[in-house]
């Protein structure tokens, strides 16, 4: 497991990546982890978690970050961290060339913006997924000031900069198959993200599978967990278009 430095428009940016331990061509993973700031980081004991299931993964931490160049904007400029890091696992010796991306709660949205700009990813992952950013500012009343601040306003007053960072008003330029992971009972991120987002895929006549979870909230228990991430790897290995 290394830290890495890589350049983002412009900008120095810092991600952990995970390197298979033995010589062979291994699918690429972009994990796009939640929060903001020191919130939701990357831990390297999830990353490994991912890598063991037989993956490259990289993991950036997002501009501003660890030590990174500029700021992180919530699923804004930022969303090019993301589609820049695709460009470290394409480099990678052992690269098979079929790359799938994964996003945990605001990696969510970050992971469906990296599929609408990167035309060569072969699946998307969202679990407990943002999909709708106005929706996550009328939700969560917690992170509104913080929004307000990076976002440069709320909804009502800069509409524009929440439809730009809400990917369901272009789905229709998604075009790998995507997978749905929700814990119906989940208050961070609530499910009407993730019925919204099928329902757009759908509409779209776009590839989409859904797994619901009536008992769990946003963090799943230990063991369900593990056998969540066996089970969405052993999906993202079936696609490779």
């Known amino acids: 497991m290394h830290e890495v430095l890589y350049w983002s428009e412009g900008l120095k940016v810092k991600g952990l990546l995970a390197e298979p331990a033995q010589e062979g061509k291994y699918d690429g993973f972009l994990y796009l982890r939640g929060g903001i700031k020191g ?3 990357v831990r390297p004991s ?13 993991a950036p931490y997002y501009r501003g970050n660890r030590g990174g160049e500029g700021n992180e904007d919530f699923a804004g400029e930022d969303r090019m961290d993301a589609v ?6 394409r480099n990678h010796p052992s690269f098979s060339g079929h790359l799938h991306v994964f996003g945990f709660s605001r990696g969510g949205v970050m992971a469906l913006l990296a599929g609408i700009e990167d035309a060569g990813i072969s699946s998307v992952v969202t679990w407990n997924g943002v999909s709708d950013m106005v929706l996550t500012y009328q ?5 509104r ?44 991120v609530s499910p009407e993200h993730a019925y ?23 963090a799943f228990p230990p063991l369900d967990n593990i056998a969540t991430v066996k089970k969405l790897t052993d999906w993202m290995k079936k696609q490779r278009s």
């Open 46 to 58: 999830r990353i490994a978690q991912f890598a063991s299931q037989g993956f490259i993964v990289f």
């Open 39 to 41: 919130i939701g980081m």
């Open 196 to 218: 919204q987002l099928e329902e757009k895929l759908k509409e779209h006549n776009k590839s989409v599978e859904s797994w619901y979870y009536t008992d769990f909230h946003h």
């Open 139 to 143: 939700e969560r009343k917690d992170m």
């Open 145 to 188: 000031r913080m929004m307000k601040r990076v976002i440069g306003g709320s909804p009502a007053k800069v509409p524009e900069a929440y439809t730009w960072r809400t990917p369901l008003n272009e789905i229709d330029k998604l075009n790998c198959p995507v997978l749905i992971i929700h814990g119906e009972l989940d208050d961070n």
């Open 84 to 89: 820049n890091g695709n460009i470290i696992l």
